[in-house]
């Protein structure tokens, strides 16, 4: 059973509006948020995380926000870039175990010029 | 530039062939993993190594059987592999707390080694 999940597969945007990723998660242990980027033949870049006592964290032009009591994350982007464009994972780590991460199966966002 | 490097990028092998993948780090970190990512599935942790430690050994079959013999580098030795096993296998480093707490740190990937099970 799946305990963070990114329900969108895909995702188009033109360039310079903003891009919404969003992350779902069952368990309510985990403590320690995370979003790579992943090019293709590359391995997963880390973007930005968040702590579970934080509810936004931003760098440029990328912003989390943590909802805990939906169990709920997003990723924005803005303005979007056409660099931007490759999948994107959602990573959860449970503050009861090692430091292990649970990953969502990854969003494929597509940056139109 | 990745500052975790896998080698080697693509392998085939067959079931009965024993080889390895390789591992290492530029990052002084101390804890290592490695990840398994097969097509239309989440990352799916393997194996964390912290301090030359293994800490976490997620079910994996006995036919993967890692190796950690200093904090930069890592092995994954594979013999008599199932064509399920075809997949990408990412290596992870990243500076974990020594105490009970945890650190808020990310984990640095390095680019994967393609397997292909014949």
């Known amino acids: 059973d799946q305990q963070v999940k990114q329900n969108s597969p895909s995702l188009s945007v033109q360039e310079g509006r903003i891009s919404i990723l969003n992350c779902d998660y069952t368990n309510s242990m985990f403590d320690y948020f995370l979003w790579y980027k992943k090019y293709p033949a590359e391995g997963p870049t880390f973007l930005i995380s968040i702590s579970s006592i934080k509810d936004k964290n931003e760098d440029g032009r990328f912003t989390v926000f943590l909802n805990k009591s939906a169990k709920h994350l997003s990723l924005h982007i803005v303005p979007s870039q056409p660099g931007d464009s490759a999948v994107y994972f959602c990573?959860?780590?449970?503050?009861?175990?090692?430091?292990?991460?649970?990953f969502g199966k990854g969003t494929k966002l597509t940056v139109n010029p | 530039e990745t500052g975790v490097t896998q080698t080697p990028r693509h392998l085939v092998m067959g079931m009965t062939n024993k080889k390895s993948l390789k591992c290492e780090q530029h990052l002084g970190h101390n804890a290592m993993y490695w990840y398994k990512q097969s097509a239309k599935k989440p990352l799916e942790l393997m194996f964390v190594y912290n301090f030359k430690e293994q800490t976490e050994n997620n079910s994996v079959p006995s036919r993967f059987s890692p190796e950690c013999p200093n904090s930069s580098h890592l092995f994954l030795h594979l013999h008599t592999l199932q064509p399920e096993d075809s997949a990408l296998y990412l290596c992870?480093?990243?500076?974990?707390?020594?105490?009970?707490?945890?650190?808020?740190?990310?984990?640095?990937f390095g680019d994967g080694t393609r397997l292909s099970i014949l």
């Open positions: 990573a959860a780590r449970d503050q009861g175990g090692s430091e292990k991460l649970v």
């Open positions: 992870a480093s990243s500076q974990a707390s020594g105490s009970q707490g945890y650190s808020n740190q990310p984990q640095h």
